[in-house]
């Protein structure tokens, strides 16, 4: 009789558990899987929406893909573009999480400045840096590099320049998000763990690299992931 209780309650155990993974397991197959399989399945046939007819073709969509330069020049472009801003929107992210974590002064200015990019419009943040970016003396960046003494290049259109001045302004763009995540997790790290290696004559870089980033390191495979899903885009 209590072998099967307990397996009753199991039964109902199990089912509450199902009961509460239900909504999201339906949102997932809904949102995610079946608009994924019906992308893979519409990229295999021949679509002409005037008429409203289709028709299989296989791999033939991504053999033309393959073969049109402007693809492999895009693909290109989107990897160099996503190699300058994944390493630089983690590397600032955690250094300005670790000082506004550190309670030093003005962190309160320093907050509002690095998440106001954030709720930005896309639209007006491309707006403005254009206006800023202008090529010429007439540019207010190259304005202000005139008064010490230097030319600056047409941010835009020169090559090199261009993909770096996109990288930098997305890098400010979303720097605020990163920020704000790595707060969370450097607020919650052990302090008696930390402390307790400052006893032990742990100077700052040591402290870092043995104490802090190991127990930082979930956040930053996190942030990492989310990050480059981002610049792939």
Same mark, same amino acid.
């Given at each position: 009789?209590?072998?099967?209780?307990?397996?009753?309650?199991?039964?109902? #155990? +199990?089912?509450?558990?199902? +009961?509460?993974? +239900?909504?999201?397991?339906?949102?997932?197959?809904?949102?995610?899987?079946?608009?994924? /399989?019906?992308?893979?399945?519409?990229?295999?046939? #021949?679509?002409?929406?005037?008429? %409203?007819?289709?028709?299989?073709?296989?791999?033939?969509?991504?053999?033309?893909?393959?073969?049109? @330069?402007?693809?492999?020049?895009?693909?290109?472009?989107?990897?160099?573009?996503?190699? /300058?801003?994944?390493?630089?929107?983690?590397?600032?992210?955690?250094?300005?999480?670790?000082?506004?974590?550190? /309670?030093?002064?003005?962190?309160?200015?320093?907050? %509002?400045?690095?998440?106001?990019?954030?709720?930005?419009? %896309?639209?007006?943040? +491309? $707006?403005?840096?254009?206006?800023?970016?202008?090529?010429?003396?007439?540019? @207010?960046?190259?304005? &202000?590099?005139?008064?010490?003494?230097?030319?600056?290049?047409?941010?835009?259109?020169?090559?090199?320049?261009?993909?770096?001045?996109? $990288?930098?302004?997305?890098?400010?763009?979303?720097?605020?998000?990163?920020?704000?995540?790595?707060?969370?997790? &450097?607020?919650?790290?052990?302090?008696?763990? *930390? #402390?307790?290696?400052? *006893?032990?004559?742990?100077?700052?870089?040591?402290?870092?690299?043995?104490?802090?980033? @190991?127990?930082?390191? @979930?956040?930053?495979?996190?942030?990492?992931?989310?990050?480059?899903? %981002?610049?792939?885009?």
């Amino acid at each position: 009789m209590q072998k099967g209780s307990l397996t009753t309650n199991h039964r109902q #155990e +199990a089912l509450i558990g199902w +009961a509460f993974i +239900a909504p999201q397991m339906a949102g997932f197959f809904l949102f995610v899987l079946l608009p994924l /399989g019906s992308v893979f399945l519409y990229s295999l046939q #021949e679509k002409n929406l005037l008429f %409203g007819t289709s028709a299989f073709i296989g791999l033939g969509n991504f053999r033309t893909l393959a073969k049109d @330069p402007l693809f492999i020049k895009s693909l290109l472009n989107t990897l160099v573009f996503s190699s /300058g801003v994944v390493p630089l929107n983690l590397l600032f992210s955690l250094l300005l999480a670790l000082y506004l974590g550190a /309670g030093s002064r003005g962190t309160g200015f320093v907050r %509002g400045i690095i998440f106001l990019p954030v709720v930005t419009s %896309g639209v007006a943040w +491309a $707006i403005v840096w254009k206006y800023l970016l202008q090529g010429g003396a007439d540019g @207010p960046v190259n304005y &202000v590099l005139g008064l010490f003494g230097l030319q600056g290049p047409n941010w835009l259109f020169e090559s090199g320049w261009a993909m770096t001045s996109v $990288i930098v302004t997305r890098v400010l763009k979303n720097l605020g998000m990163n920020v704000l995540i790595f707060m969370g997790a &450097v607020m919650n790290m052990p302090g008696d763990v *930390i #402390e307790a290696a400052h *006893i032990d004559g742990a100077k700052r870089f040591t402290l870092f690299f043995k104490i802090k980033l @190991p127990l930082l390191m @979930p956040t930053v495979m996190m942030v990492s992931i989310v990050t480059i899903i %981002g610049s792939m885009r």
